[in-house]
């Protein structure tokens, strides 16, 4: 949730302008037969709103994406206002559908009007998660005990819609965990986006029937916990994302994510589990479809 200057052309024309960069994001360093014979991938957790993207860049950013094969966007909402300009994109574009909630940093945002107005939306059959909520008690930009309240009141609201969870969760392992086993989250599962854990965490989120996304920080040589459990977890149980406009796989670390640049981490994921990117891309679609109902058609 830092701030990030905002997209324009500019930063494609910066890329394209590089003759090494041309070879990476262009045709993907020469890998495209790799991923071919209809080897839909899906970004499972990204923002396509706010300061982060110009409105009028996001046509043209998914269709790069579409170009290299990523062919279906989970839009992520993280307040009120924004879940509204999320619902209104998945309800349009081709391929994006949306999870809505209120961010821990935003939780001090949180009343019974933002949850009831959130509820309504949440009954939207665009909607296909509930959050991203959670705990963040890194930056701690809402109180810890508001955090929990919020994210309490979310799963709930999960519950009573019957959609599955959308989890952020920073430096508060045991907390997250102990609030969704006392809030009864198995019975909605859901994603732990941006996974960020070790396999201790990873196998009681498994327990609770959680699915683990895996972000650009798998394609870090020096993420060795993260990349342990990419190689370790159930190929039923994994997924992955960009967290778009932030952390951005190698070979663009630095810069500007977008939805497009999953397919580095896709194989990267795929390396190490010693199986094709394809293959990869074919289980994590089918695993979103089976979380949450729904995977691209095209
Ligand atoms: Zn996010």
Not at 150 to 167: D, E, G, S
Request: with cysteine; glycine share 10%; charged share 20%.
């Amino acid at each position: 949730m830092q701030g990030i200057a905002v997209r324009t052309g500019a930063f494609v024309l910066e890329v394209t302008g590089d003759s090494f960069a041309v070879a990476g994001w262009g045709d993907f360093g020469g890998q495209e037969g790799s991923w071919e014979h209809g080897a839909m991938l899906v970004d499972a957790h990204c923002h396509l709103t706010g300061s982060y993207l110009a409105s009028d860049q996001v046509e043209a950013t998914l269709a790069r994406a579409k170009a290299h094969g990523v062919t279906g966007f989970i839009a992520v909402g993280t307040d009120l206002d924004d879940s509204r300009t999320v619902l209104d994109m998945a309800r349009r574009m081709p391929g994006v559908q949306a999870s809505l909630g209120v961010h821990p940093h935003e939780a001090k945002s949180w009343t019974p009007d933002v949850a009831a107005a959130l509820e309504g939306l949440l009954r939207d059959p665009a909607v296909r998660f509930v959050g991203e909520t959670g705990l963040d008690w890194h930056y701690d930009l809402s109180p810890r005990e508001v955090q929990e309240e919020v994210f309490r009141a979310q799963i709930r609201l999960a519950r009573a819609v019957a959609k599955p969870l959308m989890i952020h969760t920073r430096s508060a392992p045991e907390a997250t965990l102990r609030v969704l086993e006392e809030e009864g989250a198995s019975g909605v599962r859901g994603i732990i986006h941006c996974f960020s854990e070790d396999r201790a965490f990873a196998a009681r989120a498994l327990d609770l029937g959680f699915y683990l996304s895996f972000s650009g920080i798998t394609t870090f040589k020096n993420a060795g916990a993260i990349r342990d459990v990419a190689a370790w977890a159930p190929s039923d149980r994994i997924l992955v994302e960009t967290d778009a406009p932030f952390l951005a796989p190698v070979p663009y670390r630095g810069k500007p994510n977008e939805p497009g640049f999953v397919r580095f981490t896709a194989e990267a994921v795929a390396e190490l589990r010693g199986i094709p990117p394809a293959k990869l891309a074919q289980l994590t679609t089918q695993n979103l479809e089976a979380l949450c109902g729904w995977a691209p058609s095209s």
